[in-house]
């Protein structure tokens, strides 16, 4: 039987325990995460738009600590495998979205009016149909994360591949490293425009596979 101190005690380690073991997944795991703009606009066409969702991710990758282990930025949607370091991942998307709308809307006047005007309508009419706040939303207000832990090296893989091969299904490049707004250039020995974390078991797997490539290229091709 506890006493009543002893058990105000007990309860306060279990609630510790319990929050330490909900940490202990995330220290090891990343999100696979995809914001889509509000109608599918394609804001991110203009050079001026793609620097803002761009050097927002150096932002806080330097300033909040987060790792961005692969991105891809289209048209009308930014593809993550991130981990958001302390900050938890809804704040972390709400800042970031918050954070590039702000610029976006201040950059928009680059555009020419008709299209200015398109967009801010757009942008406009998903705080009116759901009775937002805010005037303007870039960003959908809904996305649908994916915890994965580190050492899941299939579905990692699977979502490196996905991210980086998009524009690519969408014929804007014929190989990944040919597009510049993705990591798929830090995973081949250059620079990309985000300080990308690179995993290495995915660089171990891509080593692999290119062994394997050459080894096939040697025996069926050369002879």
Request: charge should be positive; aromatic fraction near 12%; charged fraction near 25%.
């Amino acid at each position: 039987m506890l006493l009543a101190g002893q058990g105000r005690l007990y309860r306060f380690k279990t609630r510790f325990m319990i929050r330490e073991m909900d940490h202990i997944p995330l220290r090891r795991s990343c999100y696979f995460l995809t914001l889509q703009t509000v109608d599918w606009v394609d804001i991110f066409v203009r050079p001026v738009h793609k620097q803002v969702a761009v050097h927002t991710l150096n932002y806080f990758i330097a300033d909040k600590g987060w790792k961005i282990y692969a991105w891809c930025l289209m048209t009308n949607q930014l593809h993550l495998l991130i981990c958001p370091g302390a900050t938890p991942l809804a704040e972390a998307e709400k800042e970031y979205k918050n954070f590039t709308t702000q610029k976006i809307l201040e950059a928009i006047n680059t555009e020419q009016p008709s299209r200015r005007d398109w967009m801010l309508q757009r942008f406009q009419s998903l705080g009116t149909r759901l009775k937002l706040h805010k005037k303007y939303h870039v960003w959908q207000s809904q996305s649908t994360p994916l915890l994965i832990d580190l050492n899941d090296t299939e579905t990692l893989l699977e979502k490196f591949y996905f991210i980086h091969n998009h524009p690519v299904r969408d014929r804007i490049v014929d190989t990944a490293v040919e597009y510049k707004y993705s990591s798929a250039r830090d995973y081949n020995g250059m620079k990309g425009l985000v300080n990308t974390t690179t995993l290495p078991a995915i660089e171990k797997e891509l080593v692999r596979a290119d062994n394997a490539a050459g080894t096939f290229l040697v025996k069926y091709v050369r002879n």
